[in-house]
């Protein structure tokens, strides 16, 4: 070895020795480091784990139909601000609460968008599941204070809702707005970056605890992530057993996720969900997110049943207005015909073509005037203008007075618009020609009926059934005394108040209530009665019930009349009495005048015929005048004795077959002599052939006789008379006519009367014997005379006479036929 190798190993052995330190310290501090990058990779995966979950957390967030207030904290209830909580959701959703919360997209006057949308929302309506309304403010102080959940639905003054649900999410709490507007919108915007990064383990709770389904599958279309409401809805124990499973809300899911991956777009759909042994209808709403698709899923079942059943009333309200005569409209906000009733074309004549097409409000008024079916306008423009405005009138805004349009045609429709709740307009059109005439016509009959009525004497009054004066005349104020400026609408009452100074009787005045506002058929029947009241003034009534349930009532002064009738009756009685004793006096004096007159005629008859002796010439002739004289005054009494029998009823008609013309000849016979001894023409002028007539032969004879002494009476010497008798079929006629001095006019009205003596002379019983036995045969008399020319009398009987043809004669003292 030489000197050199030593220090060569040395320096080898010292080489050797670093390069070994080098390495053992190389080695040493490989290990000492190793420890510190396996913790830098543990936290860098922890961190992008982190973002991921923040980032699916953004899109859950931006797929929530509204937004969401957080407090990371235990907020104080009475704090400034509500504590300033964080507000997450999309810019979509913010929008929509903010117009709903009547803010701009600034915010308010704190500047804090949350803080301000929750002072907005506090005051608005508020009503929990079951209807009851409370406070929302309230609500969130007590969730703030004590943890109480609550749920709740917000009405806004538009007519909007969001649905407000408040919890606990472990050391925060949350509240869910959300806008049930926004649920059927497409499309869902992400989160604003950032969102979720500050908490992401707050923010996956909300979303768990979100009350409304939600999910998210990956590209492959399987579930990665459920929300509680998701694993509650499909009836599973846990998430783990839903992601294990897969178990999808509704089968075509998986579809709708493939649908959204493709197209890259949001889609939402209805779909029919069995949710706890219940079909509910649920609004699926899917879109695309980063490495897959999110959704959620909304229950609209009430909703679309509320749509079924509103498309029913709608289908109800459309059937009904095509029943209905009047004509009806309907335009949208967009001044459209969206409907129009079966008599809308009837009342117009437009084409159901034209009116199908949809047309403008304006459009259709354009029609209609040149068919000439609107009122003739100075100033169409102007006109059309003014009816198109009516559009900016606010719904429910104050009713519009009804307009009556006058038509070319001669007819007058009622025209009542009234802005739809729904937008729009909604216009009714009725025909009122026929009732405008027959309302004319009424009041012209009422006015006509006031009028009459105001000429009637007797007072009238009608009462409605409520008992209330309707009708009245100026007789009825007069007669009760009333004051004419307190009797409109009075009531019976009143009037009754009025009418007791003068007639004060509660039991007749009851009664007449009764007629009027008693609807019993026994008490709506006529009534008649009669008072004196306490001026002494006697009244007849009567009530009569009228069609409308109402009742007349009209009373009629008759004081005069029973005046009238009490001395009338008076009167009556009087010549009755006086008749009667005029009868009975001539009764007996002529049976007392009979004794001697029968003792006079029979001495004048013996004397005449020599019984005592021959007479001188003068004796004779004095003699034939008392006989003549005693035969007139037998005449006389048997005259009065008929007419006694007559007014008594006990003349009776012995009736048998009687020739005329031999009964006429042997009347003659019985006057010829005096007639020839007063230079007087008798003529006799009697069919020899005529049929025999049924009457009392003795009375007709009687008739002749009186018919010719008359006659004779009325003659002057050189005069005519002629007696004759007709018969025309069952009509039989006798006659006597003279050429005498005749009778004055203001005289042949009473010549039949009896005791009524003429210018001849004579007691006057014997044209009223002849009146009084033509009458007993059933006929009748007549009388033809002028003054200077003559008079004939002319007897009409009929052929055969019976007793019951034969009339009544009048009392004693009553008037002649003639006089009749």
Request: glycine share 8%.
């Amino acid at each position: 070895m030489t000197a050199a190798e030593p220090v060569q190993l040395a320096t080898l052995i010292v080489t050797g020795g670093s390069v070994a330190f080098a390495l053992a310290s190389s080695v040493w501090a490989y290990r000492l480091t190793a420890g510190a990058r396996k913790a830098r990779k543990l936290w860098r995966d922890r961190i992008l784990a982190a973002e991921d979950r923040a980032e699916r957390n953004d899109s859950l967030f931006a797929a929530h139909p509204g937004v969401v207030v957080v407090w990371n904290g235990a907020p104080q209830s009475d704090a400034e601000h509500w504590s300033a909580p964080k507000l997450y959701g999309s810019p979509a959703a913010l929008a929509s609460l903010l117009q709903f919360a009547e803010l701009s997209q600034t915010g308010g006057p704190s500047g804090q968008i949350a803080t301000d949308i929750l002072d907005s929302i506090s005051d608005f309506t508020a009503r929990t599941a079951t209807g009851e309304t409370t406070s929302f403010r309230d609500r969130a102080r007590a969730l703030m204070a004590d943890g109480a959940a609550f749920s709740l639905t917000l009405s806004g003054p538009s007519g909007r809702q969001v649905q407000v649900d408040g919890r606990p999410a472990g050391r925060q709490l949350v509240i869910w707005l959300t806008d049930t507007a926004l649920r059927q919108a497409e499309g869902a915007a992400h989160s604003p970056d950032g969102i979720g990064h500050d908490d992401p383990i707050g923010f996956m709770d909300m979303m768990g605890r979100n009350p409304v389904p939600a999910w998210r599958l990956d590209a492959k279309g399987r579930l990665t992530w459920v929300n509680a409401a998701y694993v509650k809805a499909v009836e599973a124990k846990d998430v783990a057993e839903v992601i294990d499973r897969q178990v999808l809300l509704e089968p075509s899911l998986a579809d709708q996720a493939r649908d959204v991956l493709s197209a890259a777009e949001t889609r939402t759909g209805a779909r029919g969900v069995v949710l706890a042994g219940q079909r509910r209808v649920m609004s699926v709403t899917s879109y695309p997110v980063q490495g897959g698709v999110a959704g959620f899923a909304v229950d609209v079942t009430d909703g679309e049943e509320a749509k079924a059943a509103l498309n029913r009333f709608r289908e109800a309200h459309d059937l009904t207005l095509n029943h209905m005569t009047e004509a009806v409209a309907i335009f949208d906000r967009a001044k459209k015909l969206v409907f129009y009733n079966q008599a809308f074309t009837q009342m117009f004549n437009v084409e159901e073509a034209f009116l199908n097409d949809r047309p403008a409000h304006g459009v259709l008024l354009d029609r209609l005037r040149e068919k000439r079916r609107l009122p003739e306008q100075a100033d169409y423009s102007q006109w059309r203008t003014a009816e198109l405005a009516r559009y900016e009138a606010a719904p429910g805004s104050e009713v519009e007075p009804d307009e009556l349009w006058a038509l070319p045609d001669g007819r007058t429709l009622r025209v009542a618009r009234q802005r739809h709740p729904m937008g729009g307009l909604l216009v009714i059109f009725e025909d009122m020609t026929d009732q405008l005439s027959l309302q004319a016509r009424y009041n012209t009959q009422i006015k006509v009926q006031r009028a009459t009525l105001d000429k009637l004497h007797e007072a009238v009054a009608v009462f409605g059934s409520d008992g209330r004066l309707k009708l009245r005349n100026a007789a009825f104020e007069t007669l009760w005394k009333l004051d004419p400026d307190t009797l409109d609408g009075v009531h019976f009452d009143d009037v009754v108040s009025a009418c007791q100074p003068l007639y004060d009787n509660s039991e007749a005045w009851g009664q007449l209530k009764a007629r009027i506002t008693d609807p019993s058929p026994e008490s709506r029947k006529a009534m008649t009665g009669e008072i004196r009241r306490a001026d002494n003034s006697v009244l007849t009534w009567l009530t009569r019930p009228l069609p409308d349930g109402a009742t007349v009532i009209a009373w009629d002064d008759i004081t005069d009349s029973r005046r009238i009738e009490s001395a009338l009756r008076d009167r009556a009685e009087a010549l009755e009495a006086s008749e009667r004793i005029k009868t009975e006096f001539v009764e007996h004096v002529s049976y007392q005048l009979r004794t001697p007159l029968t003792t006079i005629h029979g001495y004048a008859d013996l004397l005449a015929g020599g019984f005592a002796g021959d007479l001188s010439d003068r004796q004779k002739e004095h003699m034939g005048a008392i006989q003549t004289a005693s035969g007139q005054l037998g005449k006389l009494i048997d005259d009065i004795l008929d007419i006694a029998a007559i007014d008594a009823g006990q003349l009776e008609l012995e009736l048998g077959d009687v020739n005329l013309h031999a009964l006429a000849e042997e009347s003659s016979e019985l006057i010829a002599s005096r007639a020839e001894h007063s230079g007087i023409k008798l003529s006799l002028n009697a069919d020899q052939d005529a049929s025999l007539v049924r009457a009392d032969a003795k009375r007709l004879k009687q008739v002749f006789y009186n018919l010719l002494t008359n006659a004779m009476d009325h003659v002057s010497p050189g005069g005519a008379v002629e007696v004759g008798a007709d018969v025309t079929g069952e009509d039989v006629s006798i006659w006597v006519a003279d050429d005498g001095v005749g009778i004055a006019p203001d005289r042949q009205a009473k010549i039949f009367e009896r005791f009524e003596r003429g210018d001849g002379g004579g007691a006057g019983l014997g044209l009223a014997l002849v009146n009084d036995i033509i009458r007993l045969h059933g006929g009748w008399v007549e009388l033809e005379s002028e003054p200077g020319e003559g008079t004939r009398v002319t007897c009409h009987l009929p052929r055969i006479t019976n007793s019951q043809s034969a009339p009544e004669l009048d009392l004693p003292g009553s008037h002649s036929l003639s006089a009749e």
